[in-house]
Structure formats: structure tokens, C-alpha cells
């Protein structure tokens, strides 16, 4: 397939797609946070904690053996996902447990990475 296959040689304006898209258009500070999102879970550490926490609960100690990284690397991560509204935790005694924080996240991470097995 030529690449000029994929080049629109119209001159036509569809107006009413041009209208509907308008009139539904987001405003930048919700791309930006939208961008902003994607950027932090566009990281392997941070897709291998979601993974993980898409499975279970888990506490740091379980994070760090699973994933055989330092206690204080996932500490590290797992503000950075917190601050984010990404993850969330509670407080069992001594020890905290972090989850996805809520069903967007979850099918948000497992549609992303179904995406991906699907394309191979």
C-alpha cells in the first residue's frame, strides 16, 4: 500500500462530523490532564505495579518481592501513583495495603493491556 493511500484528496468539509466533534470538544486543561495520565502510567516500573495491583491488594514488602525491586523504589512509585488518584491504600496496623483506586482505573489498565495482546 503506498503511503498517499492514506492522504484525504477531498475538499469537502462534512460539517455536521465538524459540528458534533465541536460541540463535544473537551476544553486544553482536560487534555493536558488527560496527557498527564497517560504519562504516568506510560512508565514499565509503574505498568508492572499496576499489573500487580490489578491481581490483589498488596503491601509494599509483597510489591518489592514480586516485582524484585527495592522497598524503597516502589515507596517511591507508589506516591507518585497515589498523588495521581491512580492507586489507594489503607491502613491495616502497622501495615499498608494499596489497591486501583476505582473501576476507571482497572478497565482503563486492563483495556490497555488487552489492547496489547490482542495486537500481538
Not at 21 to 36: H, Y
Not at 37 to 43: A, C, T, V
Not at 54 to 74: G, P, W, Y
Request: proline content about 1%; overall charge negative.
Amino acid at each position: 500500500m503506498a503511503r498517499n493511500e492514506f492522504i484525504c484528496d477531498c475538499n469537502v468539509i462534512h460539517q455536521e462530523a465538524v459540528d458534533k466533534v465541536l460541540s463535544e470538544l473537551p476544553n486544553e486543561d482536560t487534555f493536558n490532564r488527560l496527557a498527564d495520565l497517560y504519562k504516568l502510567i506510560g512508565d514499565t516500573t509503574r505498568c508492572r505495579i499496576l499489573f500487580a495491583l490489578d491481581q490483589d491488594e498488596m503491601c509494599v514488602c509483597d510489591l518489592a518481592n514480586v516485582l524484585n525491586m527495592t522497598k524503597s523504589s516502589i515507596s517511591h512509585q507508589l506516591a507518585v501513583l497515589r498523588r495521581s488518584g491512580i492507586v489507594k491504600c489503607r491502613r491495616n496496623g502497622k501495615e499498608v495495603y494499596y489497591t486501583l483506586d476505582d473501576d476507571h482505573i482497572v478497565k482503563l489498565f486492563e483495556i490497555g493491556l488487552e489492547h496489547i495482546n490482542h495486537r500481538g
